[in-house]
């Protein structure tokens, strides 16, 4: 948005049994909550990682943002942790 990479919703999905695996939902419209850490599905923020030009790049199990242009640094998201640079503003806004 703007020109600005934000991070708006994390959510915990390992070791998460399906509660419909053995006895399927009795309605048509259940759905399965998923614990999360943030969500801005009801209040729209998010968690600024960066602004201007990036690459994603894809190794295995790790997803690295690495910013070139207003913003310049790097965003690690690996399975167990985010580690930002400290180069970059981490900070949450209402967006």
């Known amino acids: 948005q703007n020109d600005k990479l934000y991070l708006d919703d994390l959510r915990i999905y390992s070791a998460i049994s399906d509660p419909y695996k053995d006895i399927p939902a009795s309605a048509d419209y259940a759905y399965w909550i998923i614990p999360y850490l943030f969500d801005s599905s009801k209040k729209p923020f998010g968690l600024l990682l960066g602004e201007g030009k990036f690459s994603l790049e ?38």
């Open 58 to 95: 894809t190794k295995n199990d790790v997803s690295i943002i690495n910013f070139t242009d207003k913003s310049r640094g790097s965003v690690r998201l690996l399975p167990e942790e985010i580690t930002i640079d400290e180069s970059l503003q981490r900070v949450f806004i209402q967006t």
